[in-house]
């Protein structure tokens, strides 16, 4: 089969300072066919794609983000940058985009302005742009985050009939239905490394999130717990029906006292864009919030702050931390904003709060007075926490606490989870690892494609349960 090859790679290395980004990668990709590259948050996909992506050797990539210029229209768009050093006659730039953009049924006019059209047509602009240019190697990055489900199949129709005309699409996606409805094999990464390349087949959803995971499915031995786990009290402290935001579809969600429950799926799946619409760090759409049974207005996070709700962000470098700030400065930030920076701490106030929590999480730090910037990221992510804890509030949520820094301290911020949990605070625990979320966790709601698809407690919080949740319920 390798003589249909259009594309093949062997061996393929990048190293980034401190990183091995791709370790000896083999991939393969046939005429006419669409090939899913899976993997999970830095398995290697974007930079394989960013070793492929050579147009004039007859690839063209189409990225998440659209790239083209929405003041000008379809036909500018399609042919801008081409046949450099000559006239450029519109009228048959015009006339040509017409015929390619009937010829793949792409519901556009040549002389429309892009920004009025659908982001579903503007990715198929983009994609027509690159037909045009005589590619061979389609790459399509995450062309469907953004889609509702109409314009999602108005794009894989697209795909079909490219792959009919002989086109090698590689898809970049993390919404595995969409693999399966529509890809012919996939190849996984992980950690830099080639795990395997399957037909679709032959890969049922529940092995695909095992190897994307790097998990086995015949050892779901229970793990260790770090302590005992919290079922929390009767007291509902949040409840959501119906809540959207910007980033998530609707969802129903509420947490009781002293529990310690978890949003868990793939990367992609929705679970970090929940609990920043809970937070209101997304622009909430819809939906209604009760807290401890009152109906209650969160459009934004300050409002949650006031709502006794604390939230530690997925990425503590662009979203945690204030970098120039001092240790000090770092913790009682929170608690400032909510009191109102016409009402500021003394300095006393501010040394007594970053002493206390600096010694109760044990914070490696030189002094207060150090820039948190030269702090490791464990003691960085305990600067945040204390920040948050600083405010007392009975709702916690933590996106990621202990990615990135060493065992010891992941153990520390475990233990801390079970202990805040003893003291009737309400967690949600978010992380990438299931078996760190199986130790803390007393509920998990499981989410694919920004759905909640299942929720599992009980004895039905396991590794296997988790993966075949989150595959879709296969055996």
């Avoid at 669409?34 to 394989?48: P, Q, Y």
């Avoid at 229970?222 to 009767?234: A, F, M, N, Y």
Wanted: with cysteine; charged share 25%; glycine share 8%.
């Amino acid at each position: 089969m390798q003589n249909d090859a259009v594309l093949t790679m062997r061996g393929i290395c990048k190293r980034f300072p401190g990183t091995m980004a791709l370790n000896h990668v083999d991939f393969t990709l046939r005429k006419g066919e669409i090939h899913a590259l899976m993997g999970e948050n830095g398995a290697g996909k974007s930079t394989l794609i960013k070793v492929l992506d050579a147009q004039n050797a007859g690839i063209s990539t189409v990225y998440q983000e659209i790239t083209l210029c929405p003041n000008l229209t379809v036909a500018e768009n399609m042919f801008i940058g081409r046949d450099p050093g000559k006239s450029v006659h519109w009228k048959e730039y015009e006339k040509r985009a017409a015929a390619i953009l009937d010829g793949l049924g792409i519901p556009a006019r040549p002389r429309q302005e892009l920004s009025r059209c659908s982001l579903a047509v503007q990715q198929m602009v983009a994609i027509a742009r690159a037909v045009d240019m005589k590619c061979k190697v389609l790459i399509l990055d995450e062309p469907t985050s953004s889609l509702d489900e109409k314009e999602v199949e108005m794009l894989f129709k697209l795909m079909r009939d490219l792959r009919a005309r002989g086109v090698g699409i590689i898809f970049v996606t993390h919404f595995l239905e969409q693999v399966y409805e529509v890809s012919d094999r996939i190849t996984v990464l992980r950690n830099g490394e080639l795990v395997g390349e399957y037909a679709v087949a032959d890969l049922p959803q529940v092995e695909l999130v095992a190897k994307m995971m790097g998990k086995d499915l015949n050892d779901l031995a229970d793990l260790e717990q770090v302590g005992q786990k919290s079922l929390g009290g009767q007291e509902v402290v949040y409840d959501a029906r119906g809540l959207s935001s910007s980033e998530s579809r609707p969802f129903d969600f509420s947490i009781r006292c002293g529990e310690v429950n978890g949003f868990t799926g793939l990367l992609g799946s929705g679970r970090s864009e929940s609990v920043r619409a809970v937070f209101g760090a997304d622009r909430v759409t819809g939906g209604k919030v009760q807290i401890k049974g009152k109906t209650v207005k969160i459009s934004k996070p300050h409002d949650a702050m006031t709502h006794g709700i604390g939230y530690l962000p997925e990425d503590r470098k662009r979203d945690g931390i204030i970098a120039d700030l001092s240790v000090r400065e770092n913790i009682i930030l929170a608690l400032q904003v909510m009191k109102g920076f016409f009402h500021p701490m003394s300095r006393s106030q501010m040394e007594k709060f970053a002493d206390e929590y600096i010694q109760a999480l044990q914070i490696k730090t030189a002094s207060q007075d150090t820039p948190i910037k030269s702090l490791s990221g464990g003691n960085q992510q305990k600067v945040i926490l204390a920040r948050w804890l600083l405010t007392h509030p009975d709702y916690l949520i933590l996106d990621e606490p202990t990615r990135g820094i060493d065992v010891g301290t992941k153990l520390e911020i475990q233990k801390l989870v079970l202990k805040l949990a003893e003291e009737n605070m309400s967690v949600t625990f978010i992380s990438s690892e299931i078996e760190e979320m199986l130790r803390v966790c007393s509920r998990l709601i499981v989410m694919r494609d920004r759905k909640i698809v299942g929720e599992l407690s009980g004895d039905d919080l396991t590794q296997g349960h988790v993966m075949k949740t989150i595959a879709g319920g296969e055996q």
